[in-house]
């Protein structure tokens, strides 16, 4: 399995409070990413990463930012948290060939209250 | 814009049954496709990939064929057992964007009983 550790798991948080997610891999791999998934939608991008302080948007992006300072870290910050942010975020790395699948970490929960 | 799109879900087959989980998709250029699992509780794993019109995907004895005439990519096993109840999802990654963004589509949960 691919090293990645998404941290917290779980997470309860109150409307209007900042939460920042944290996705660590030991591959070694250029690209990151950060998805929420929601029933009826499957994964959406929020942001993703192709190297150490470069980032771009994903489709919904908004209310989102994100930073990586190194290789292994990409976190993903709500700047103040909504009810509709409520959701399971999934971190995914890449490697540097065209065509090489996600993999994927299990994923935090988070409940905006 | 690139987009994917699944039958809905759930399927309900009973163990040793015939699969098919349809996929289609609208993508400019020639789109790279793939079938992810999740079962519960854990991250999406990637079941199979076609890079090229005409390539078979196959892995644990699940199938899948790049259809570029009919835009498809349709999921089958030949029989399946419980162990594959859980949520499959298409997904395309399309050389506009470099490959960077892959695209899925909803999700199909199939549910297998004995």
């Known amino acids: 399995d691919a090293g990645i550790t998404q941290s917290p798991r779980h997470k309860v948080t109150e409307t209007g409070t900042p939460v920042t997610l944290r996705c660590h891999q030991t591959?070694?791999?250029?690209?990151m990413y950060w998805y929420r998934q929601d029933p009826g939608h499957g994964l959406r991008l929020i942001h993703y990463?192709?190297?150490?302080?470069?980032?771009d948007k994903g489709e919904v992006s908004d209310g989102y930012s994100v930073s990586r300072s190194k290789t292994e870290d990409f976190l993903l910050t709500l700047e103040s948290a909504t009810s509709s942010q409520t959701s399971v975020y999934f971190c995914a790395i890449r490697d540097t060939p065209e065509n090489s699948p996600l993999h994927f970490g299990n994923g935090t929960r988070l409940t905006v209250t | 814009g690139n987009s994917v799109t699944q039958m809905e879900g759930p399927v309900t087959l009973s163990e040793e049954a015939f699969l098919t989980i349809n996929c289609t998709y609208t993508a400019t250029g020639y789109p790279s496709l793939f079938w992810y699992v999740q079962y519960p509780g854990e991250g999406l794993q990637l079941l199979l990939k076609a890079t090229k019109a005409d390539d078979k995907g196959s892995n644990k004895g699940f199938e899948a064929t790049y259809r570029k005439e009919t835009t498809s990519f349709h999921l089958e096993k030949g029989s399946v057992q419980v162990s594959d109840s859980a949520v499959y999802f298409c997904?395309?990654?399309?050389?506009?964007?470099?490959?960077?963004?892959?695209?899925f589509g909803a999700g199909t949960r199939l549910a297998v009983h004995p």
């Open positions: 591959e070694n791999h250029r690209y």
């Open positions: 990463s192709y190297g150490v302080k470069d980032t």
């Open positions: 997904a395309l990654s399309s050389p506009s964007g470099g490959y960077n963004k892959l695209i």
